[in-house]
């Protein structure tokens, strides 16, 4: 049933080299913060590839992988809003949106959200410093130029294209906090009796919320989203992910109302549904994974299906976590646009039917996305990590 | 005349343009594959049915403007943009959620039996020969006269502005919604078979018209928190 990489396809001295590499990329980035997180988060690093080479079950180490990146990310962020307070917290949150729409936006704003891509450049380049009280400084070292939003724009269309909708299994923050009951097939009872009671009216048409195999109509609701998002976006002339990033969000509401009815939505959507059954936010409503699943045509990684083992069993209709199987009418299964990669299915499947590959081209290429996910995350989970190293091991953030 | 409205209008025409085009396939295939199918021809056809959606628009136009008018006295009234966005952005939700309950009204509004083609809302019906100008002009009339997006576009293009913004406004919203319309029809130009997937078509309206749900949503939400505010 389950299947080890390394030892099948693929000699040690290959498993040595990949982790050697992962090990330097990722101190190579991590040393700029500081010679021993540098060795940490390399070792750290290394032994997540190394253990998703050799694993027998890496979808599980998949999953500890996301989740860990994720833990990183809400305790640096959280810690950061403690330090700032609610009164920093409310300016931070009215504001912090024009940040990339001014010329100087220190001397306006003096703020800008942690979760801004647009950061990147200047974590890697060491220049993150705070002066107390927390008032963020590092934004004089990065002036939004062309030059650095191209780099941004490239550093993200570059990992769309390498992981296209594996983002979502394997670096998704959000995604991440669904992990922990992903592989949790069975909602809560009031849930599946107030969904059996909308599937019997007229409105359930098309919306198979609970069947392994949901309907079209519920797989392009994310897509509707999306064209809401970036639509706002180009209105009012704000980045796309402020649009829907729930800090730019808040930013955009100023009554009680609104704020009201926006964060009973969001505890509905983004709370509610990973808890009650498997990732719906992921594959129904991220218009950050629509726009994956429209760059997963040309990403290099495919799950592909080999028909003449299959023996239309549907196992893997049940194990995928993200509904990313659909049948075909002529018997057998067909790869739908909400799979994120997790090869839960690969191992899962009884017949090997199932296989990640590069293109279409007959190689194993698990051995090429594990240490290009691992990279990946260390390089976009930058911020965040030394954030959090910082947290515990000085009890500061700054 | 500000740049901005002008840009609002020609991306309100470019947004809701997929949602047109879709909910028009059917008439403008009528007339497309009707004809000799050469480029010159489906252009031809194309431009006459915007060219009519165009002559609705500024008829509509004008009269938004004067019932804004009467209505709100002043420009910039805030009480007439709340309203404004109550309206557009209840407008927007039942017309989409129509749609996708598959019960709005199909072809643009426009009931076609045999050769007849009826106007929208009424029993009064005209001869519809596939290929001619007039026809195609007539389509393109009628069409536009039912309740659908554009609709909600123009009202927010003319409630708010004077008349030569919302003209110049409604120009480049017709602009903006007949790109895809044309493009069809010169793709339909260069292919020999037409091969438009019912199911991606079906698609593309679903995502259209639940886009439409969201944005009413939003348009309503900030009409009623305006209107709270005063």
Redesign the interface.
Known sequence: MSRKLIPSSSGALDLLVVVLVVVAVSFVVYSASGMFIGVLVAALFGLATWALMVSSKPYRLRSIFVFGLTVAMWTAFLAFIAQLGPTYLIKWLSTHQRVPLTPNPVSETGFVSILCPYLLPTAIGKSIHVTMPVYITFLTTFPPNIGLFSLIFLAYAGTAFILGKGWCGWLCPFGGLGEVVRQRHRPLKAYKKSVNWIMKS??GKGFDVEGREPG??LR??K???L??TV??A??YSVQWFCVFCWAGILGW???S??IG?FVGILAVLFLGLPLLSTKKWCHSICPVGAGLSLMDRATPFRITIDDEKCNECYACLNVCPTFGFARRANGGVSVTDTCDKCLVCVYKCPTKAIDLRLYNIKTDAKKFLFPAAVVLGAFWFYWFIVVAYNLVALGALF | MGLDTLAAALLLGLSSGVQCTVTCLPLLLTQLTAAKRTVRDNLRISLLFSLGRLMVYFAMAYLLYISFRAFSGTLGNPLSESLTSVLMGTILIYYCVKAIRKKAATNCGVRTQGKLAHLPFTNFAFRANPGRNSTSLLLGIVSSMSVCLPLVALISLSANADLATAFSSVSLFWIGSSVYSVGLALTLAGVSRIRIGASLSRRVGFIGSLSGVMLGAIMLLAGLSALTIL
Do not use: E, H
Request: no cysteine; hydrophobic share 65%.
């Open positions: 007229s409105w079209q109509m392009d609701v897509y509707a989203f064209v809401v639509l706002l180009l209105f509401f100023r009554s109302l609104n009815i």
